[in-house]
């Protein structure tokens, strides 16, 4: 939207909440632009910031109470590293407003531990567990948590289990890494090589980077796609 809005016309002007609000959006959906950032992304935050979007206000807003801090404290602590790799915590819903948001807020902190290729945190809430799911570019979550019933991106996805317990949740998760690392789920492209990149302009509005890479795909992977009529080559390329 706020990139929409530069371009209707140059009499058009935003007013203060609405772009804190939109630059609140951002910086949760970027994780605080570290995940799907781009030159567009930061060029959207200048245009908000030129109508107005107090940056120090909005992270005011955003900070925790002590109570939520040490329940997040608490959960970090007592979180499980699976096959040394994979951080499983639980997060208490008792005296939080948002359990299921407060969760995926202690999922993108675990992706600051190092070696941890993905996160997933678990709340009780309303009889059921959710489960919030994170990476940063080894692990499709999305296919994970597809698997439980949910669903949402490559990098971030969630799930909601009923009738379970929190205990039975984690060991359903680590049934899913397990089927993951023996190659008996398809986890999307195993890998992207990065090649290059180059510099294109098409007009002064739009421009930015041209990145070149090859996806490698697993085994797994080949056995999911559509046989061309030159298998030779296919196996080649893929």
């Given at each position: 939207?706020?990139e929409?809005?530069?371009?209707?016309?140059?009499?058009?002007?935003?007013?203060?909440?609405?772009?804190?609000?939109?630059?609140?959006?951002?910086?949760?959906?970027?994780?605080?632009?570290?995940?799907?950032?781009?030159?567009?992304?930061f060029e959207?935050?200048?245009y908000?910031?030129?109508?107005?979007?107090?940056?120090?206000r909005?992270?005011k807003?955003?900070?925790?109470?002590?109570?939520?801090?040490?329940i997040?404290?608490?959960?970090?602590?007592?979180?499980?590293?699976?096959e040394?790799?994979?951080?499983?915590?639980?997060?208490?819903?008792?005296?939080?407003?948002?359990?299921?948001?407060?969760?995926?807020?202690?999922?993108?902190?675990?992706?600051?531990?190092?070696?941890?290729?993905a996160?997933?945190v678990?709340?009780?809430?309303?009889?059921?567990?959710?489960?919030s799911a994170?990476?940063?570019d080894?692990?499709?979550?999305?296919?994970?948590m597809?698997?439980?019933?949910?669903g949402?991106?490559i990098?971030?996805?969630?799930a909601q289990?009923?009738?379970?317990?929190?205990?039975?949740?984690?060991?359903?998760?680590?049934?899913?890494?397990?089927?993951?690392?023996?190659?008996?789920h398809?986890?999307?492209i195993?890998?992207?090589?990065?090649?290059?990149?180059?510099?294109?302009?098409?007009?002064?509005?739009?421009?930015?980077?041209?990145?070149?890479y090859?996806?490698?795909?697993g085994?797994?992977?080949?056995?999911?796609?559509?046989?061309p009529?030159?298998?030779?080559?296919?196996?080649?390329?893929?």
């Amino acid at each position: 939207v706020a990139e929409i809005s530069q371009y209707i016309g140059s009499g058009l002007k935003l007013k203060s909440a609405e772009a804190e609000a939109m630059y609140a959006g951002i910086m949760i959906d970027t994780n605080y632009f570290s995940n799907k950032t781009g030159v567009r992304t930061f060029e959207a935050m200048a245009y908000l910031r030129r109508n107005g979007a107090d940056a120090v206000r909005i992270r005011k807003a955003f900070r925790e109470d002590i109570d939520e801090y040490k329940i997040r404290a608490a959960a970090i602590q007592d979180t499980e590293l699976y096959e040394g790799v994979f951080a499983i915590a639980e997060s208490k819903s008792e005296g939080i407003e948002s359990p299921t948001v407060f969760a995926s807020k202690i999922a993108n902190s675990l992706l600051d531990i190092s070696n941890v290729k993905a996160s997933f945190v678990l709340t009780k809430y309303r009889g059921k567990v959710y489960i919030s799911a994170r990476s940063i570019d080894e692990v499709n979550v999305q296919v994970m948590m597809e698997r439980l019933g949910g669903g949402g991106h490559i990098n971030m996805a969630g799930a909601q289990l009923e009738n379970v317990e929190v205990e039975e949740a984690k060991n359903m998760i680590k049934q899913e890494i397990d089927s993951m690392i023996d190659k008996t789920h398809l986890t999307g492209i195993g890998k992207l090589e990065f090649l290059g990149g180059n510099q294109i302009i098409l007009t002064d509005e739009y421009a930015g980077l041209c990145l070149m890479y090859t996806a490698i795909h697993g085994e797994e992977d080949k056995k999911f796609m559509p046989n061309p009529n030159d298998e030779e080559r296919f196996l080649k390329d893929f």
